[in-house]
């Protein structure tokens, strides 16, 4: 075994990482070049370093995951989370079960397990999903660095987070909230009897045949009452073809 692969190896033990998902000869180019900038002379040296030194491994993770979202992302829609929604899912019983589609790395998972918490809904069952193993791999680290927490609310910052230079690792009460599997929104099942489905900022990206097949299948899976949260630039035109009705701007319930 080489040094890279030996890396390779060793990285997927400390992250769930896989660099063999890559092409090799391009992943390995591109982080000699970034060990050798930070000083490094080695793969094995690299590594080493990257164990004990958490800003190191987020640059890592940052070369290794395209990271795009954020906690509380568009906050006046969490607010609305907050405030009205959870309240009224939970009025008759604390284990809700919520589905963050297409989590990415893992913000928004995270962000409704924060929020939960901090409303004192005690038991709910959180599971996030992506068709990406890498991401998924980065969502279950926890660690974030400062550009994803900037409308993070300082009381949630200081309650549900180990912060260390500028890094910022979600505490394990919460880790242990989230459920997260892979799963591919147009050919894997779908769990039923969900209270909430959080889908943002992903269905831009499908062509109008998969919306439809994915928003029947989101209806398919809500409970009676139950609500879907899409991102702010996928409002439903024709939210009853599916059976929902508009409960609030970007959040519909089911009929």
Known sequence: MDEYQLFAKNIYQLTRIDLTLYKE?????????????????????YFQELKKND??????LDRMTINVSE???????????????????????????????ACSTGEEPYTLAMIAK????KEPWILATDLDENVLARAKLGLYAERAMKEVPEQ?????????EDSFEVKEDIKRMVQFKKHNLLSDPYDSQLDLIVC?????????????????RFSQSLKRGGYLF??????????????FES????????K
């Open 247 to 254: 409960a609030e701007p970007f959040f519909y319930r089911k």
């Open 25 to 45: 000869a391009q992943m390995k180019r591109r982080l000699t070049s970034l060990y050798e900038k930070k000083g490094f002379t080695s793969f094995t040296v």
């Open 118 to 121: 901090h409303i004192g809904i």
């Open 71 to 101: 906690f509380f992302r568009n906050s006046k829609r969490w607010e609305v989370l907050e405030k009205k929604v959870l309240p009224e899912l939970s009025a008759d019983k604390t284990n809700l079960k919520i589905w963050s589609a």
């Open 156 to 164: 949630i910052k200081r309650g549900y987070f180990h912060t260390q």
């Open 55 to 60: 800003a190191l491994l987020l640059e890592f």
């Open 200 to 216: 943002r900022n992903v269905l831009i990206y499908f062509t109008e045949e998969a919306k439809e097949i994915v928003y029947s």
């Open 230 to 243: 899409v991102g702010s630039t996928e409002q439903i035109f024709h939210p009853d073809k599916y059976g």
